[in-house]
């Protein structure tokens, strides 16, 4: 069955501090996403990558970057975790433009 | 830069009953797509129906689209407890690089 793994179900970090989180597809598909869900905002896209170290901006790129140095692997960083970024992230991927996506499983993170 | 919303935002119904839940969106579309999510999880894919279907079915789940009015809907027959989830339709942004969801619609049903 194909997966898409993130590595924590639940983090909680210091404000200030650099925040990875990663994400893991075992389908060798090209695309692969973040999404962050908030109540009440349902989900954002942060960025997306269609290739290896290839990214394109989502919607709320601020104070996020990412690395996809391998196919399978895609990171999200949170360069200095501030409180406004405690939220669920989801990450997923897809093998083509028109496929649906697949989504691991979550990662609530806590910026105290 | 929302491509879709739902309507409920949520919804209660007894078991047995039918939910329908409806999703309008801004754009034009190759295909819409449906996703559940249960408590805390994430997002599962339910259907995808491409813009020139109008109807499609998958066990108890009916989906309709009407590409003139920029509109689809879910549709649940005979719900069970199990049921009770978030539903999100999710559509291409204009570049058609990436899925864009709507807000969603939570369901509950009660036994």
């Known amino acids: 069955d194909v997966k898409v793994t993130q590595s924590s179900r639940y983090l909680v970090k210091r404000t200030g501090e650099k925040v990875f989180l990663e994400c893991v597809q075992d389908m060798d598909h090209e695309n692969m996403f973040w999404y962050r869900q908030d109540p009440g905002l349902g989900l954002r896209l942060i960025y997306f990558?269609?290739?290896?170290?290839?990214?394109e901006k989502g919607d709320i790129p601020e104070g996020y970057s990412v690395s996809r140095e391998k196919k399978e692997r895609f990171s999200l960083i949170l360069e200095s975790a501030s409180t406004n970024q405690t939220s669920m992230y989801l990450c997923a991927s897809r093998e083509g433009s028109l496929a649906r996506c697949t989504f691991g499983s979550g990662t609530r993170l806590t910026v105290v | 830069s929302q491509q879709g919303e739902e309507d409920p935002q949520a919804l209660s119904i007894q078991e047995g009953e039918n939910a329908t839940m409806n999703c309008s969106y801004k754009?034009?579309?190759?295909?819409l797509q449906w996703y559940r999510q249960n408590s805390g999880r994430g997002l599962v894919h339910l259907i995808l129906i491409r813009s020139n279907e109008r109807e499609k079915h998958s066990g108890r789940l009916r989906v309709t689209l009407d590409t003139s009015k920029k509109s689809s809907s879910l549709l649940i027959t005979a719900s069970r407890a199990a049921d009770t989830a978030s539903y999100f339709c999710a559509a291409l942004n204009q570049a058609g690089t990436a899925l864009i969801f709507g807000k969603g619609t939570t369901l509950s049903v009660s036994s």
């Open positions: 754009t034009s579309i190759n295909n």
């Open positions: 990558s269609y290739d290896v170290k290839m990214k």
